[in-house]
């Protein structure tokens, strides 16, 4: 799909309206071909500080989802979440957007398509499942409301490589900071219920 396709997909009016989780998790979970220039120019036209939070806040939901023992894998979507923020962050002109909208890019195919986890039912019936990484954290997440258990093996997940973008130490550091900054707003339990 091209950009005015994407736009309607998404339920936008315009880029600049790109600022809900809501349509960051529909973008990344699409099963339609999505244009490279088409990202490139949703993310030309969003707030940066926006796009930021959003990617933030999808990336803490599909952590949230992952079956407990998933270390490697937690790992890894962290490192991508993190290296995300610090590009959005820092992006200060063309070439830095175009970079993280083509790593956006890249994870999207990744995490939709291309990427594969061996399901196990724990009861030992049935078959062996096969899917997607967006699939297998969707089944996690049916299974803590009380579906069929299973087994996760993320070894065949895990050759995502971040080799669009290297985040420097001082990169590293501003992204943690504005993470801290933007939980710290956030009312605790006990604050939000007076």
Known sequence: ???DELLEYLDLENAADFQYFE???DLVECEEYIEPEAVYMLFAGADKEVVSQITEDYFEDILDGLPEDAGEIYSLLHQIKMSLMGMIINAEDEDDLRKFADEVYSFMNWY????EVEL???SGNGSRLHQNLRDAITTARIEKLGGDRYRYDFENALGYELDGYTMSFAEMIAAEEYENRENSMVPDSDE???
Not at 112 to 115: K, P, V
């Open 23 to 25: 349509a960051m998790a």
């Open 120 to 122: 196990t039912p724990e």
């Open 1 to 3: 799909m091209n950009f």
């Open 112 to 115: 939709s398509i291309e990427s």
């Open 192 to 194: 939000r219920i007076q």
